[in-house]
Nanobody, 117 residues
């Protein structure tokens, strides 16, 4: 499976952005698909995860209430709706998939999100 992320761009504080991740093949129902970001000079951090089969989601406190992850099984796609964006959300956002949350085996190429103040 290969992942293709898109949707990044330059926005202003408070704006919204929707990222998309399309898979070249099917995910196993037990797999988890997540969005991980890496800001300038920072480590990679998970911002959202969804269990492909059950649809259960996870968010860290830093984005809870602002970010929403969803999936479209038919389109083999995962989306990240980001609202109320802040400058600290500036990062390269990667979609990734694997057998469990945080244990990702396949990574997309990343899409850059820049939030200006």
């Amino acid at each position: 499976v290969q992942l293709q992320a898109s949707g990044g761009g330059l926005v202003q504080t408070g704006d919204s952005l929707r990222l998309s991740c399309v898979a070249s093949g099917p995910f196993l129902s037990s797999w988890s698909v997540g969005w991980v970001r890496q800001g300038p000079g920072k480590e990679r951090k998970l911002v959202a995860n969804i269990r492909w089969g059950a649809g259960t989601t996870y968010y860290p406190d830093s984005v809870k209430g602002r970010f929403t992850i969803s999936r479209d099984k038919g389109k083999k796609s995962v989306f990240l709706q980001m609202d109320s964006l802040k400058p600290e959300d500036t990062a390269v956002y990667y979609c990734a998939a694997g057998t469990s949350i945080g244990e990702y085996l396949v990574w997309g190429q990343g899409t850059l999100v820049t939030v200006s103040s």
